[in-house]
């Protein structure tokens, strides 16, 4: 257990609809990330928050959005949905230092268990 | 871009070694290495932070060369357990640590 929860862990919709997923960091990461997972396919990166703030962004759709709540849990908003968006996401975190103090890059980025969502 | 790595794909047989090779067009400040079993959250495995460095303990190990921007993972005698799709991910080293992920390395170890 990574200490990374993420809900729903399934998830069946319709095309053309809006789902929100749920990502609750471990205790005391700062940083979250969003990954989409195409069936067989890599972790492709869509954004990540740093205390509430949003600090990089990847391939992320315009149909997508996230945000990063003062309790540090985070949405991924996804709309319009169509049948190519069906993948696993995963969230994410990190402790990550405070950017201005340094690099950070030794941080070990701990994965959630991932929402599977179908879209059809 | 996203590193590359190779194999893309391997079998093995229990008992036998495997070598995973990342490599990066941009520069790479650190190495994440990262297996995934299907359909289950990617596990860390271990992160390289300096070039030469070496690390692993036992049978998994890695190298990171930082002037050929490239990283190895080092798989010996290998265990049934050890199939699963492995990553190498390198952060951006901007401080805001957003890790892009490598290609990816299916490995299968059989009987």
């Known amino acids: 257990d990574s200490g990374v929860t993420q809900t729903p862990k399934h998830l069946i919709t319709a095309t053309g609809q809006r789902v929100t997923l749920r990502c609750s960091p471990r205790?005391?990461?700062?940083?979250v990330y969003w990954y989409q997972q195409s069936l067989d396919q890599g972790l492709q990166f869509l954004i990540q928050?740093?205390?509430?703030?949003?600090?990089a962004k990847g391939n992320i759709l315009e149909r997508f959005s996230a945000q990063q709540f003062p309790d540090l849990h985070s949405e991924l908003n996804l709309s319009s949905l169509e049948l190519g968006d069906s993948a696993l996401y995963f969230c994410?975190?990190?402790?990550?230092?405070?950017?201005?103090?340094?690099?950070?890059?030794?941080?070990?980025?701990?994965f959630g268990e991932g929402s599977w969502l179908t879209v059809v | 871009q996203q590193p590359v790595q190779s194999p893309q794909a391997v079998i093995l047989r229990e008992g036998e070694d495997a070598v995973i090779n990342c490599s990066s067009s941009?520069?790479?400040?650190?190495v994440h290495w990262y297996r995934q079993k299907h359909g289950e959250a990617p596990v860390f495995l271990m992160i390289?932070?300096?070039?030469?460095e070496q690390k692993g303990h036992e049978k998994i190990s890695a190298s990171f060369n930082e002037k050929k921007q490239q990283s190895s993972l080092y798989l010996t005698a290998s265990q049934l357990s050890y199939s699963g799709t492995y990553f190498c991910?390198?952060?951006?080293?901007?401080?805001?640590?957003?890790?892009?992920f490598g290609t990816g390395t299916k490995l299968q170890v059989i009987p």
């Open positions: 994410a975190s990190s402790v990550q230092k405070d950017p201005g103090t340094g690099d950070s890059s030794g941080n070990t980025i701990y």
């Open positions: 205790s005391g990461d700062l940083s």
């Open positions: 928050y740093y205390n509430g703030e949003e600090r």
């Open positions: 941009k520069a790479l400040y650190s």
């Open positions: 390289l932070l300096k070039g030469g």
């Open positions: 991910g390198a952060p951006n080293g901007g401080g805001y640590q957003k890790v892009t």
